[in-house]
T-cell receptor, first 112, second 114 residues
Framework: GQQLNQSPQSMFIQEGEDVSMNCTSS?????WLWYKQDPGEGPVLLIA?????ELTSNGRLTAQFGITRKDSFLNISASIPSDVGIYFC????????????FGTGTSLTVIP | EAQVTQNPRYLITVTGKKLTVTCSQN?????MSWYRQDPGLGLRQIYY???????DKGDVPEGYKVSRKEKRNFPLILESPSPNQTSLYFC?????????????FGPGTRLTVT
């Protein structure tokens, strides 16, 4: 089955730094989603993207739907300790696809 | 409160003993899905359902069954569990009818098969 390539696999950063992570696929997707998962919890939706080129923000988080529809990026500005967790991208194949594919995750550690 | 619930949260069982993990959502969502999460592999979709009585295989359906007799419930059935099905399982739901594939996840079920 298809799997999205998510990078980096892990990041250790100082509080206040900006963070960037990305996801690439060999297939075209018509929806990209970004999730955060805390230990022992289910993933929580951060941002949803529905159009190629779309740039969407949610507080300090900004995500973009790549023009080629085969990639997506998530940026976190001015990181804080509660940003710690695992971030996942997810793609929905289009135009009639109903199956989701997830990236392998980026583990983020923020050092106070 | 809008939510997806799963039961049980933790389960230890033995090889071959049939089990069911329940999933229920109170948001009237059409789309429901089951995932398993394993270290280094992220989440992989097992089965999904677009609506009542409509189910489809995801990426890793072998060894699992599902049913969708009611809109709110989507149980995952392991007829004969094996140790390689030891994993963390998540149920999720969303509403494509409202042009939204924003999936909401349950809290997870940690299954150990010995």
């Amino acid at each position: 089955g298809q799997q999205l390539n998510q990078s980096p696999q892990s990041m250790f950063i100082q509080e206040g730094e900006d963070v960037s992570m990305n996801c690439t696929s060999s297939s075209i997707f018509n929806t990209w989603l970004w999730y955060k998962q805390d230990p022992g919890e289910g993933p929580v939706l951060l941002i949803a993207l529905y159009k190629a080129g779309e740039l969407t923000s949610n507080g300090r988080l900004t995500a973009q739907f790549g023009i080629t529809r085969k990639d997506s990026f998530l940026n976190i500005s001015a990181s804080i300790p509660s940003d710690v967790g695992i971030y996942f991208c997810a793609g929905l194949e289009g135009p009639t696809g109903n199956q989701f594919y997830f990236g392998t995750g980026t583990s983020l550690t923020v050092i106070p | 409160e809008a939510q997806v619930t799963q039961n049980p949260r933790y389960l230890i069982t033995v090889t071959g003993k049939k089990l069911t993990v329940t999933c229920s959502q109170n948001m009237n969502h059409e789309y429901m899905s089951w995932y398993r999460q394993d270290p280094g592999l992220g989440l992989r979709q097992i089965y999904y359902s677009m609506n009542v009585e409509v189910t489809d295989k995801g990426d890793v359906p072998e060894g699992y069954k599902v049913s969708r007799k009611e809109k709110r419930n989507f149980p995952l059935i392991l007829e004969s569990p094996s140790p390689n099905q030891t994993s963390l399982y998540f149920c999720a739901s969303s509403s494509p009818a409202l042009n939204s594939y924003e999936q909401y996840f349950g809290p997870g079920t940690r299954l150990t098969v010995t």
